[in-house]
């Protein structure tokens, strides 16, 4: 049951989540992980905007940040005492969720494990979740795993004085 674990891996807080997890199900069940990244273009456009005055070769960059992230996540799965293999993909074999389905079934997984924003409405529009898709195509069993609630202050509307929920997760601010 649950020998062979596939696990996305992007070196996000939210992956990070999906990762404990899935050492966790490793540990029970006495299973593998396969660790997966794909250089995409989300990644290549937070590079970009991150080193902007840099005119290097972006995609060498990204796919040596890539193996990066997964020699980190590896090193972590080792020190939980399981097994891990890494495998890293570029955006021009595949969309992420496309890949990571194909892993899936080449491989082949008993489940995978993702962490997921649960992003709703326009953010969901706007910035896709590769999660769902995972999760619709899937040929394996997927746990999902939700990133933690950012942290709320409460802030006074300058206007009336009225409380306003204010969230701090990345430095972006959201008002509801």
Do not use: F
């Not at 529009?125 to 795993?145: F, K, T």
């Amino acid at each position: 049951m649950y020998q062979k674990i596939l696990v996305p891996v992007d070196g996000s807080s939210t992956s990070e989540r999906g990762l404990e997890e899935a050492i966790r199900l490793g540990s029970l069940t006495h299973g593998r992980l396969r660790l997966l990244h794909v250089v995409d273009e989300l990644s290549l456009a937070l590079a970009m905007d991150a080193y902007s005055g840099y005119a290097g070769d972006w995609m060498n960059t990204l796919r040596q940040e890539g193996r990066r992230i997964l020699e980190d996540a590896k090193a972590r799965v080792i020190a939980a005492g399981l097994e891990a293999e890494t495998v890293l993909y570029d955006n021009a074999e595949g969309r992420v969720h496309d890949l990571t389905i194909d892993d899936a079934k080449k491989w082949p997984a008993d489940v995978i494990v993702i962490g997921t924003h649960g992003r709703r409405g326009i953010g969901r529009m706007v910035l896709g979740s590769n999660a769902e898709h995972v999760l619709r195509l899937s040929p394996a069993p997927v746990l999902l795993v939700r990133a933690t609630e950012p942290a709320a202050t409460t802030k006074l509307d300058e206007r009336d004085g009225s409380p306003l929920r204010v969230h701090l997760p990345t430095g972006a601010l959201a008002i509801e």
